[in-house]
């Protein structure tokens, strides 16, 4: 979720915990500056848009990171609410931490919860990044009291139930049409659309990609994308390009191409399409002999480009070799 949106979770929580909504109110402050604190990994971005995205809703999203960020915040917050108490403060900044990590494992980027026991990025794939229904929701709760407030605080724990059964319906009207045929169904909610599911079918040849809206039949298939070879496949897999996109998306497609004796994978995230694309991708080419030319990471369009480190590429056996030994 965006950074806003988790900050105004953390208005809402401190609202719920019975905390004073004002900036001389130490706890709510503390709950408001740990819930958006986690985001704080955008400064990867001066490195550009490969450790950025490699490090998103890492170690600042998970456990370790949370507790290790609200004692940083407690020491800080310490310095200007005298009367705050260090231990209080760690308490509700941890309190608003937890809800910014609870909340982004509801989409489908999710976060590194286990990091660094597990590289996993865990995801519940139920909302989409910004949810204006969700907002709405919590801002009626913030600004209101008595029964309407009631009616808010109800409502928003509705959405999210109703959340869940929509992609419980969908993932059960896909399968009955589907599971036969193919042998994985993954389902996401749309980049755009409330009530829009995208899916992923898989089978041995094949992924592919569709839409569903929850209150139509219709099925929409968006594109059919055959796999390579899988003994190819695995050889890409293993590459820096394959090993940064594994981490970076658990569902991803790979296309190659050769011309001019040089021999293009391209490697596509399949979680987000929008306006007839796929958002993020990655690049890795190699010449007859295997040598790496180019190895790029291109997130939000194939025009946006970031290269992704190699090891030197004038190798002694051949590229695939070399990484599978590595392994």
Known sequence: MDPITHGIIGVALSKVTGNEISVSDAATVAIVIGAVFPDIDIVFQKWGDCAYLKNHRGITHSIIGLVASSIFIAALLNTFYGGGGFYSLAFWSLLGGISHTFFDLFNSYGAKLLWPLFQKKFSLSLLVIFDPIFLGLILGYIFTSGTTQTVFFVSFFVYLLSRVLMR?????????????????????????????????????????????????????????????QEDIFRKVKVSNVGRFFAEFTPLFHVVSETADEITRYVFIDMRYYIGNKFLHHAVLEVDKNDDVVTASFNPYSMKRSSRIPVKPTKLKSTFFTKYISQR
């Open 168 to 228: 419980f319906c969908v993932t059960k009207h896909l399968k009955k049409r589907f599971g036969q045929t193919y042998k994985k169904v993954c389902l996401l909610p749309a980049m755009t659309g409330l009530f829009r599911w995208h899916f992923i079918l898989e089978d041995d040849k094949s992924n592919i990609v569709g839409e569903k809206t929850v209150f139509r039949n219709n099925i929409k298939i968006i594109d059919k994308l055959d796999k390579i």
